[in-house]
């Protein structure tokens, strides 16, 4: 049962103030386990709910076809945004048009960062978004 994380996540979404902000939710379940937490949330963000068998790259390929933003992020259900990420996000694609996306580092709620790779023994260095140049 993840719909807790996955309310954290929604929650950090409304946050966000972002103009025309929709998200394309890719269920993996094999129930309809996740209806009552986007039930709640249906009046404060555009939701559409897909299904996919599982898989992370079954996943995106789903929902694809059904983003329509200048702007894409492929949050996990158990992530969260902090206030103005996403206004962040779009101020640095706007000051760097030759940029045609960012990535960042993930982190938990205390700053450490929240990755499965394998860091360097003593490594405490904090990167900074790391640009990626638009196709031709």
Do not use: K
Request: charge should be positive; charged fraction near 25%.
């Amino acid at each position: 049962e993840r719909s807790d994380v996955l309310e954290r996540l929604l929650e950090s979404l409304v946050a966000q103030s972002y103009p025309q902000l929709r998200v394309v939710l890719v269920d993996q379940n094999p129930d309809h386990r996740l209806a009552p937490v986007l039930s709640g949330f249906e009046s404060r963000l555009s939701i559409v709910r897909l299904e996919s068998a599982r898989g992370l790259s079954r996943a995106r390929n789903r929902a694809l076809p059904f983003l329509t933003g200048d702007i894409v992020a492929f949050p996990d259900d158990d992530g969260w945004y902090p206030a103005g990420l996403l206004h962040e996000g779009a101020g640095l694609l706007a000051s760097h048009p030759g940029w045609g996306g960012v990535s960042v580092q993930a982190r938990d709620s205390s700053g450490r960062r929240s990755s499965t790779r394998t860091r360097r023994p003593g490594s405490t260095s904090s990167r900074p978004p790391r640009a990626h140049p638009a196709p031709p």
